[in-house]
């Protein structure tokens, strides 16, 4: 298992690792005060996404109006609809 990191690029956030539940609390350390400006999300680098996970990527955009995601990790797209979320990680009802 790879260490999740998350680091700022500009107007992206850039995750890699495996974003699992053991990670999470210490991702949002680190996204506690999240930068203003940002509008994309980039999981290119992520090897895999758990509920947890998803949790802390559709919280973090709800919070910051992220509507970018770019990546499709393993994982993401069977949770994504099994929580009907759409492309924003917003819940599309």
Same mark, same amino acid.
Not at 3 to 6: D, E, I, S, W, Y
Not at 8 to 21: N, P, V, Y
């Given at each position: 298992?790879t260490?999740?990191?998350?680091r700022? *690029? ?8 495996? #974003? @699992? $539940?053991a990670?999470?609390?210490? #991702?949002?350390?680190q996204?506690r005060?999240p930068?203003a400006g940002?509008v $994309?999300?980039? #999981?290119?680098?992520?090897? $895999?996404v ?5 949790a ?6 709800? $919070?910051t109006g ?5 990546? *499709?990790?393993?994982g993401l797209a @069977? ?5 009907r ?6 819940f599309?009802?």
């Open positions: 298992m260490t999740a990191t998350v700022q *690029d500009g107007d992206t956030l850039a995750f890699s690792g495996a #974003l @699992e $539940r990670a999470v609390a210490s #991702l949002w350390a996204l005060t930068a940002l $994309r999300i980039d #999981l290119g680098a992520v090897s $895999r758990d509920s947890a996970g998803l802390l990527l559709s919280e973090l955009c709800a $919070r992220i509507t970018q995601v770019s990546g *499709d990790p393993p @069977e949770l994504r609809t099994a929580y979320l759409d492309n924003a990680l917003a599309a009802g």
